[in-house]
C-alpha cells in the first residue's frame, strides 16, 4: 500500500438537538446530543478508493462533511498528507490546502444554482481561489473542464434545468475538478440517477481517477456501485465502523453480522442456494442507542456480553472488526 493521503483518527461530531430553552424550563427536559460520529478511524492511500457504506442515518455524510471542513469535528482529526485539516484551514495556508479537497454532492438537482449558466458554476472555484481572474481564460479553462467529463464546450451558456439528471452531475463533477484536487469526496454521487446513467458517471470517475491519480472517499449505500468503484470497504452502523476490509474480502467473507445481513439483502440472481440471513429489526434511536453493541438488538449472536460492553475496532484475520462474536470465534 502508497502512503495514506488521508488520516482519520478518532473522529466524533456530536450534534445538539434538544429543545428550546423555555420549552426545557417549563417541561423540565435536559439537553439531548446525538452522537452523529462517533470515534471514527481510517486511512486512504493515495489513488485509491475508500467506500463508506451504511443504512441511512449512520453517519456516512457527517463523515463526508467533516473530511472536507463543513463541520467542525467535537473530538479526533483529520490529517490530509500530514497536515491536521481544521487547524490549516483556519490560518493563511488554509486556502492552498482547501483546493486540494473537493466534495460532489448527492443531488445534482439541488446543488447547482439555477440561475448561473454552467460557466458562471464551473468557473465560481477558479475565481474563488484566484487561480483565473480573466474573463476569456475562465471560459476556456470551464469549456476544457467540460469536455474531460463528456460534456461539450458549446453548453457553457445553458442553464442546469436544460441538462438532464447524469448531465448535471456531470457539471458538478467538473466543477469539483476545477482546482484540480488530489481528494474528492463523494456523497451518494450516483444515488438520483437512473441505473444506466449511474454507470456512465462511475465509469467516467475511474476513469478521471486513473488519469489524475486521485483519491475518493466515495459514500454510498448501494453495494453493487461500491463493488464497483472501490479498493477497500468501511461498513457503518449508527455512527460507528463496525468492519474496514479490502473490497475482495468483504465480498466474499464478510465477518460482521451486519455485514453478513446487509450482503444477503442483495437478490442472489446466480441462485446459488446459500443460506440467507434478511436485514431484520430498525436502526435503533440515536438519540438513546442500546447498551453495549448497538447491533445487539437486531444480532441472532448476541450474548450478555454484547449487551453489557461495547466492541472495538480490532484486527482479526487481517481484518478490522468490531464484534465480540468475531473476537471470540463464536462466529
Known sequence: MTAPLV????????????????????????????????????????????????????????????LVGLHAPTRGEVRIDGQSLHATLVTPQGQALRRRLQMIFQDPYASLNPRWTVADIVGEPLLEHG?????????????????????????????PHQFSGGQRQRVSIARALATSPEFLVCDEPTSALDVSVQAQVLNLMKDLQRERGLTYLFISHNLAVV????????????????????????????????????????????????????????????????????????????????????????EVDGVRVACHAVEERRI
Open 7 to 66: 488520516e482519520v483518527r478518532d473522529l466524533t461530531k456530536t450534534f445538539d438537538v434538544s429543545a428550546p430553552w423555555l420549552n426545557r424550563v417549563i417541561e423540565r427536559r435536559p439537553r439531548q446530543w446525538v452522537h452523529a460520529v462517533d470515534g471514527v478511524s481510517f486511512e486512504i492511500p493515495k489513488g485509491q478508493t475508500l467506500a463508506l457504506v451504511g443504512e441511512s442515518g449512520c453517519g456516512k455524510s457527517t463523515v463526508a462533511r467533516l
Open 131 to 159: 487561480l483565473l481572474t480573466d474573463r476569456g481564460a475562465l471560459r476556456e479553462r470551464a469549456a476544457e473542464l467540460l469536455t474531460q467529463v463528456g460534456l461539450a464546450g458549446a453548453d457553457l451558456d445553458r442553464f
Open 227 to 314: 463493488r464497483h468503484v472501490s479498493d477497500r470497504v468501511g461498513v457503518m452502523y449508527l455512527g460507528r465502523l463496525v468492519e474496514v476490509t479490502d473490497k475482495r474480502t468483504l465480498f466474499r467473507q464478510p465477518r460482521h453480522p451486519y455485514t453478513r445481513m446487509l450482503l444477503d439483502a442483495i437478490p442472489d440472481i446466480r441462485m446459488s442456494g446459500r443460506a440467507r440471513t434478511p436485514v431484520q429489526g430498525e436502526v435503533p434511536d440515536a438519540l438513546n442507542p442500546p447498551a453495549g453493541c448497538a447491533f445487539n438488538p437486531r444480532c441472532p449472536h448476541a450474548n450478555a456480553r454484547c449487551r453489557a460492553e461495547r466492541p472495538v475496532l480490532t
